[in-house]
Every structure is written in C-alpha cells, then in structure tokens.
C-alpha cells in the first residue's frame, strides 16, 4: 500500500478546482452580499443615515444573508444548526469580507454615489458597479480558497 504526500493529495485537489466551480461559488457569495448590501444601502439612504452608518449597515446585513443562505442549504443535508453555522463561517467569512471591503469602497469613491438617493441612477449603476468588481475581485479569492480545501470546498463535503 502507497500513501501519497500531502503535497501530492494537495496538487491533486488544487487541480480539480476550476474557475467555473469558483464562480458558482462566488455568485453564491455574492448573491447573500447583494441582498444585504441593497438593503443596507436603501435603508440607510432612505432614513438619511450618514455614509458611515450606511455601509456598516450594509455590511452586517451583507453577512447575516451571506451566512443565511449557506446555513439553508447545511441544514437541508441534515446539519444540525450549531454546525451548520461553523460550516457557513468557515465557507463564507474570507469571501464576504472580501465583497464587503471592494464594493463598499467603490461606494464611497465614486463620487456622489452615496448622497445619489433612491431614485438616482447614478445610485444604482454605482451599487450594481460595485458588486460587479467585487465579484471579479473575490472570484479568484475563492478559487484559492477552494484549491486549499477552505471556503465554499467546506460547503461541498456536506451536499
């Protein structure tokens, strides 16, 4: 009986992660950041919070989607909730932290984008803007990750 090195075991994963299965994950990633990022950024421009709060708002609203949608489908595989949660962590911490810096910052870069208000297209071409660059940017984050056996690659020992 052969064993194999960790560093062969290693190649061997890194090469059957490819950027179609990174991007499936990262639009995973995404969509959670999405929803919490829009309705982080309506409700702190509609009740006139100050940028700051905006996006702190965002971000944690970002997170909880981000964990809720993973923690749903762990919990389909029949994971009890407290590990469950463990998994979402450990899937999707690194990803939206990722999200939630690049698309926040375009937020607040491009100009005007923040005091835009709700019926501004700049508003919402800004928003759609940056979470498309934050998906380009995370894409291959998550495939790193994945090729280590780190992110999402822990949501898929469970399905």
């Known amino acids: 009986m052969t064993t194999r090195s960790g560093h062969d075991q290693h190649h061997e994963h890194t090469a059957t992660v490819g950027w179609a299965m990174a991007a499936q994950a990262t639009l995973h990633c995404l969509t959670g950041c999405a929803i919490g990022e829009v309705l982080g950024m309506v409700i702190g421009t509609a009740v006139g919070l100050h940028d700051l709060a905006t996006v702190v708002l965002s971000i944690a ?24 949660l463990g998994v979402a962590l450990a899937a999707d ?29 700049l508003f919402w071409g800004a928003l759609a803007g940056s979470l498309a660059l934050a998906f380009v940017l995370t894409l291959p984050v ?12 822990v949501v898929h020992a469970h399905h």
Do not use: C, K
Not at 62 to 84: E, H, S
Not at 95 to 115: F, R
Not at 143 to 152: A, F, K, P, T, V
């Open 93 to 121: 911490t690194v990803s939206i932290a990722v999200m939630e810096v690049v698309d926040n910052a375009a937020m607040l870069v491009i100009p005007g984008a923040m005091d835009a208000g709700l019926r501004s297209g």
């Open 142 to 153: 998550n495939r790193w990750l994945m090729s280590r056996g780190r992110g999402h690659a």
């Open 61 to 84: 609203l970002a997170f909880v989607f981000g964990y809720a949608l993973t923690m749903r489908g762990v919990l389909r595989a029949g994971l009890p909730l407290r590990q469950a």
